[in-house]
């Protein structure tokens, strides 16, 4: 029996039918990992994956993910894969309500891929694609079938799905990567966007169009003026903001360029003016990396009852090992960010609600020169909020996750005078995908001053430069001991002011 085969031999339709104490046992294994996060939303066991269905719907934030939580499971090896459901009142604290799709019909028997979802009324209009394999007793021969498939959620919880996909296989010049629609309204008509690959395997994005959220027409390719930009767009996601219109989407296969595209995949924006309908113009250029960190793919976003554009992301990578696998789970989400538009550049600020988890505010005054300011902080959980004056330095070096020695640390080098910011997680602590490198820099012109705003938890560091104008986001597997936090002035006199506050949950 081919690997292929195996992995699906246990393949079971629905969580229950599954003996409660292989599940549990995921989750003690899982339960004991030194590296779970403390406010982060992370699987109870096994992989979490792309974020799906993000919206408001019956009074609450609703949130879904890729889920397989028996993904590490053993003797027998179960695998599940659907949509784990979450609620929310303020995008923080989330209750987990269990499955809300599982892997059941014959549509979407090898996975409940990515999907969205919109509110109306009583109903959480859903729509994900089915993912679905053929020849599956042949060793090499198996033929992917996706389906896109439209359903609803009641106030109940309950999903019901329509037994007519939208969209059986592919269409005519794509291949059967053709997945992950995400849905939008505009005018009082349905539209969404999924990804796809050209049968001259090159990826680009789909546009569809419906009056009913039943009968849907394909409106054509998103007309962009990138061509060939990798092999398949994964999670696209359009929005509009402030009169611009933003693709946020996972071109797969760029070739890495100088600094940029340097992890195994990207997450990319363009932003322009509003996709023109039903004609599917999008005038944007300057593709851009919505991230420079090592780990961040499949963001998507809401639109929140008051009014903000949300987005949240995957913090992890396909395809990627990580140290948590041997405590049988993977990933978690980022923290939700506000987008803006200001000046023209999209800014990723964190939520409001963040703030409401900072206890045990810690004053910050230094004024360093050549010299280290060292802080042994309580718990690894913090935000930092500084304001960095460079008086007369070349650099300010920030280390978190240091041990006693400055050894070992997740190092961020803010450097004016070469005009860029480096983080390096050489010696932070357990290796990540080192063959993609240990240091990600990005060209930035800095100023006499800057803000920094640091997000860490257990095991990851959410950077945050002016005001969210550029993020890094990074997993990190350090060693209970790394504890401390250096702030360095290179070459002259820096001055920095401001808070680190504990985040409670
Ligand atoms: C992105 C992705 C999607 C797909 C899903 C399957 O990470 O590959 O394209 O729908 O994950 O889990």
Redesign the pocket.
Known sequence: MTNRIKEFKNMVDHLTDVPKKVINNEQIITNSSPYRQKYHVESESGTL??PNGFSYFNGKYQLFY?WSPLAYSQKPHYTQ?GWKHLVSDDLIHWQDLGAAIESDTRYDRY?T???SAISEDDKLLMFY?G?TWINTDTQNNWVRIPYQITAYMDKNNIVHRNNDPIIEGTVSGYTAHF??PKVWKKDGEYYAIL?VQRTNLTGTALIIHSKDFKDWNLLGELNTKYDSLGYMW??PDYFELDNNGVLVF?PQGLKSEGNKYQNIYQTCYLMGDKVSLPDTEFNAENLKELDHGFDL??SQTMFSPDGRRILIS?MGL?ETSYPTDKFHYSGCMTIPKELKIINNKLYQVPIRELDTCRVNEQIIKQTLTDNVYQKKLSQTANEYDFSIDFKTSNAFIIDLFADEDDQRRFRIILNKKKNEIVIDRSTTGKDISVAYGTTRTLDYSIDNEINIRIYTDTSSVELFVNGGEEVFTSRVFPKKSQSYLFLNSVGGTTAVTGNIYEMSK
Do not use: F, K, V
Request: proline fraction near 5%; charged fraction near 20%.
């Open positions: 994956g792309d890729q894969h996975g891929y990515s999907g694609t993912n997945r992950d990804g994964e999670c996972c793919y499949a995957w396909p």
